[in-house]
């Protein structure tokens, strides 16, 4: 299993700037891709941005070259560095693993998601 803790959020003016991150932990050699995610209340979930483990990375249209994501695989920690935030961008940010076993089975784990609020 693999346990994946977010932080960073928080209350920001817009057109400011924030960093998420999320540490992962437990069976961590699994992992391969890596990704954020954010959600509304009574919205769907929608992708913000992902990485592999080899760093190709894809953005959500709506990012608009505002977001850049990253890893850091020493220290099984994905970044999102968010910039000239927008209110509209204020979610629960949650940090998205995928795990593949030695059989080749993938899992997806979830962290507890981090708010984000963007003032006006």
């Known amino acids: 299993q693999v346990q994946l803790v977010e932080s960073g959020g928080g209350l920001v003016q817009a057109g400011g700037s924030l960093r998420l991150s999320c540490v992962a932990s437990g069976s961590v050699a699994g992992i391969t891709t890596m990704g954020w995610y954010r959600q509304v209340p009574g919205k769907q979930r929608d992708l913000v941005a992902t990485?592999?483990?080899?760093?190709?990375?894809t953005y959500a249209d709506f990012v608009e070259g505002r977001v850049t994501i990253s890893r850091d695989n020493a220290k099984n920690t994905v970044y999102l560095q968010m910039n000239s935030l927008k209110p509209e961008d204020t979610a629960v940010y949650y940090c998205r693993s995928l795990w593949k076993n030695n059989r080749g089975l993938q899992f997806q784990y979830w962290g507890q998601g981090t708010q984000v609020t963007v003032s006006s």
């Open positions: 990485i592999t483990g080899s760093g190709a990375t």
